[in-house]
């Protein structure tokens, strides 16, 4: 550590519903300590929670100076209060109604402790440590099972009047689409995400369609078995990212209309496709968003791959 | 005027392609002075400047204290620059490509001058003085024969990196629908606005529907007069109507998932349509938005009508 000049530290926690990771970072984004455990939600909160506040104790005790540690930053899955820090009904964890996260680490560690959405802290990261640096205005959209996202205005994380602001998956795109599990229809998510893709493919297996894809039982087909077909050379598999793709350039389009960004960085497994998904995008964005919007636009892949909410979180307790 | 508490004042103007209108208001939002003239495009950007300097010149002279005048505020038809006050290439404004409006009025004036798009400045008024007073979070949305919009976050407009933000009407909600002048498909502003209005009815009278619509010729049907047939029980009319309200309501979903608002003000001719419009859209809010999003959320009238971008323009200029 240098003397007189200790960086400023935080223990960073991403809670998800599989896993939990808490790492130990510096404000110039140094992971110096971390640790990824079994979530094992079905043990319950209770003893969930015992084991990720012991976890925080090794992370502590890997640092000398405690007088470093700014706080503790957490990631959790929505719907939450960011600024109570409470927990309402994560549908990941489920028996984890109303749970005052905030209060609870504060309590334990008095520390202060900071509590956002994974999806909203996942662009904080890009924007402070990622592909996002030196843009002020950015959005950031994760296509995964789920297509999830964050929007940063002026340098600042929009959250809106109770912080469930940058819900891109769930913009409507097709008024008359297929139903998701939101309860709306024809959200980007029900077009473009892993599980509309896996869908879309178990579909046209089911329906006799020509693929190697239909080699597998319907269960084994899934976003990530249809990324590989496409790289094979599979047509169906092809045709279903594209359309997937050319969904997301239609998210793209009105991400643009709606925030002006300089940026739009794209993470998740989904975007992992390759050009059989981005150029459909790119290629739609291009034809339908209006000159203004799109001029000095980029899409560009996310830099910090699944630790984006880890230093998302980092960035959320120590200031710039 | 006040001795030693004399109130702040600007100058206000509303560039329109068919009327301008000038007004002296005070921070207060009393307007002490206005008035309206035709802009007569024909004559060419420079006559038409020289008209609204003289204007400008008339409602200076109506003030006794210049030293109470603060600036001048301008709305004009986008797209344009807030920050250099340029405006680009107005469709409403034939031949004013590149005109520099802030740096014009400036020298000719020696008054601090604001340029704003319109339909941005209308929800900077409606926030400052009308429906949106005390919202920190709101969307201002405008149907009339287009249907535009502004984003107020954290009780700021939101420019995006060019000022183009809050493009609410060029949202696809619709990415298989029909085509719109901007170049995208489906945008709200192809389901919902007076000219989407007009265009439906007028292709259900060219097929011989059975509507008292059928007795104006094509050209007499205006999204008005959709909306008084609709008002004297035509069920033609009402129908077309209450699906604009869902492709509205649509919108709203979008809205409140992507700027999570505690308000959408809805304004602009459409917008009185009565409950034929408002009940649908506000019906498919409530069934299609996440129930986080919507909780809190309202839709109102807007409050100060064709005066919500002069209030917006007196808003820019004098400071809270």
Redesign the interface.
């Known amino acids: 550590m240098a003397k007189g000049n200790a960086p400023s530290r935080a223990v960073a926690i991403d809670l998800g519903g599989t896993r939990f990771r808490v790492a130990v970072g510096t404000d110039e984004g140094l992971l110096e300590w971390r640790v990824s455990r079994a979530t094992e939600v079905e043990q319950g909160r209770g003893a969930v929670l015992e084991r990720i506040f012991a976890t925080v104790d090794e992370a502590l005790a890997t640092v000398s100076n405690r007088a470093t540690i700014q706080g503790i930053g957490i990631g959790a899955p929505?719907?939450l209060d960011p600024w109570t820090g409470v927990v309402?009904n994560p549908p990941n964890l489920p028996g984890w109604d109303d749970t005052p996260l905030k209060v609870l680490f504060e309590s334990r560690f008095g520390l202060r402790t900071t509590v956002n959405n994974d999806a909203n802290l996942a662009a904080v990261g890009e924007h402070r440590y990622g592909a996002g640096r030196g843009f002020?205005?950015l959005v950031y959209v994760t296509v995964s099972t789920g297509i999830g996202g964050g929007?940063i205005?002026?340098n600042?994380l929009?959250?809106?009047?109770?912080?469930?602001?940058?819900?891109?998956g769930?913009?409507?795109?097709?008024?008359?689409g297929p139903p998701c599990p939101?309860?709306?229809?024809g959200c980007l998510e029900t077009l473009a995400s892993g599980t509309a893709i896996a869908r879309q493919a178990r579909q046209f297996v089911a329906a006799g369609a020509e693929t190697s894809l239909a080699q597998l039982s319907l269960q084994e087909i899934t976003g990530k078995s249809v990324s590989q077909a496409a790289d094979e050379g599979d047509a169906l598999a092809r045709r279903i990212l594209h359309e997937a793709g050319?969904?997301l350039g239609?998210g793209m389009?009105?991400i643009s209309?709606?925030?002006?960004?300089?940026l739009v960085i794209l993470g998740g497994g989904v975007s992992n496709s390759g050009e059989v998904l981005w150029e459909p995008m790119r290629q739609t964005l291009r034809?339908?968003?209006?000159?203004?919007?799109q001029?000095?636009?980029e899409i560009v892949p996310a830099a910090l791959g699944d630790d984006a909410g880890i230093f998302g979180a980092l960035a959320t307790v120590i200031p710039t």
């Not at 769930?170 to 008359?176: A, L, P, V």
């Not at 209309?257 to 300089?262: A, G, V």
């Open positions: 929505g719907p309402f002020a205005h929007v205005v002026d600042q929009l959250l809106g009047q109770c912080g469930f602001a940058g819900e891109v769930h913009m409507t795109i097709d008024m008359d939101c309860g709306n229809v050319v969904a239609v389009v009105n209309h709606l925030f002006n960004p300089q034809t339908r968003a209006l000159t203004a919007c001029r000095g636009l």
